[in-house]
């Protein structure tokens, strides 16, 4: 996964909070919230790869984390 992609943060935690510190959070942002139009004469997948990792185009492709 792009490191770009990634985004981190540091949930609030109250002076008189019971539980323990949760510490730094991450999740994903997907590649397509930053492209407003499709530019032309973009990268593209062959078909067999488009269908194996779900987009045509490379610059759209976010792989799946397992945690």
């Keep these: 996964m792009n490191n770009d992609?990634?985004?981190?943060?540091?949930?609030?935690?109250?002076?008189?909070?019971p539980?323990?510190?949760?510490?730094?959070?991450?999740?994903v942002?997907?590649?397509?919230q930053f492209?407003?139009?499709q530019p032309p004469n973009w990268p593209q997948f062959s078909p067999y790869d488009a269908l194996r990792l779900g987009t045509?185009?490379?610059p759209l492709y976010s792989p799946y984390g397992s945690r």
Excluded at 5 to 17: A, I, L, M, S
Excluded at 19 to 27: A, D, F, L, N
Excluded at 29 to 32: D, Q, S, T
């Design 5 to 17: 992609q990634v985004r981190y943060y540091e949930p609030f935690r109250g002076p008189f909070d």
């Design 19 to 27: 539980c323990p510190p949760i510490g730094v959070k991450s999740y």
């Design 29 to 32: 942002v997907p590649p397509n």
């Design 35 to 37: 492209v407003t139009f």
């Design 56 to 58: 045509l185009w490379q």
